[in-house]
């Protein structure tokens, strides 16, 4: 018996399901609530991590009955986030700068339209670009947003991900975002899919280095990372598990 523990993120709660990948079964699955996001559609990340170890390790202890438990997993996997996009801005030292974004803040559509009309070329250069225009929620629209209504937080912007892009930080210390999720940035190449578009970024601030503020992209054929041991001691897994993200379930 294989088994995978898979984690999802929604605005809502974080689940926590245990799934046998032999079997294509699901062990377990259990969710823990996040608290509700502020009117302005923020999140304290730090809500997201306190469930994931809530959820995982209840899933786990729910193991036992069924003769196994911590030490039969062999991979973690980070699922697509729910609702799509949102923003997670990080300092110099990857610390949030004041809360997460979520992809249902509706007041950034007027940023998205503002970006497709700066953009050279437009509608059609950016839907040639990425596949879709940018919308509400949408992560390129949440860094005009965030650009425009707080100069203090875009000062101190140096990096940036997504809920499942942080979740996959908290995991492996490493700043990686599945491809899968990318697509709710707005800014992902549509031609190769593993590529970002820093030319659409450059309409946000045309004075920034994008490529040192996105995260590295990964497919779920590719580990995102390990699992690192204080985060593994937290989870109650063990360390160094590989961590997948997104997508189809890879063999373990």
């Not at 046998?20 to 969710?31: F, P, Q, W, Y």
């Amino acid at each position: 018996m294989t088994l995978v523990l898979e984690l999802s993120w929604s605005a809502a709660a974080t689940t926590a399901r245990v799934r046998d990948t032999a079997a294509h079964s699901t062990l377990t699955e259990v969710s823990a609530p996040h608290p509700a996001a502020s009117a302005d559609h923020g999140q304290d990340p730090e809500t997201w991590w306190r469930a994931a170890i809530a959820a995982t390790r209840d899933a786990l202890d729910a193991l036992a009955p069924m003769g196994s438990g911590a030490s039969d997993i062999a991979m973690v996997l980070v699922a697509d986030g729910d609702p799509p996009g949102g923003l997670v801005p990080l300092d110099a030292h990857h610390e949030v700068i004041g809360g997460a974004v979520l992809g249902s803040h509706e007041a950034s559509a007027a940023d998205a339209d503002w970006l497709v009309g700066h953009a050279a070329g437009g509608s059609d250069a950016w839907h040639d670009a990425t596949g879709a225009l940018p919308g509400a929620g949408s992560t390129v629209a949440l860094l005009s947003w965030l650009h425009r209504s707080d100069p203090d937080a875009w000062d101190r912007l140096r990096h940036l991900t997504l809920p499942a892009g942080w979740l996959v930080q908290r995991l492996t210390g490493d700043h990686h975002l599945g491809a899968h999720d990318a697509v709710g940035t707005g800014v992902l190449d549509r031609h190769t899919g593993r590529r970002w578009r820093t030319d659409l970024l450059a309409v946000v601030d045309d004075a920034r280095d994008w490529d040192l503020v996105l995260p590295t992209l990964v497919v779920p054929a590719d580990a995102a990372g390990g699992l690192t041991a204080s985060a593994a001691s937290e989870l109650g897994l063990a360390a160094v598990l590989p961590v997948h993200v997104g997508g189809a379930l890879p063999s373990p």
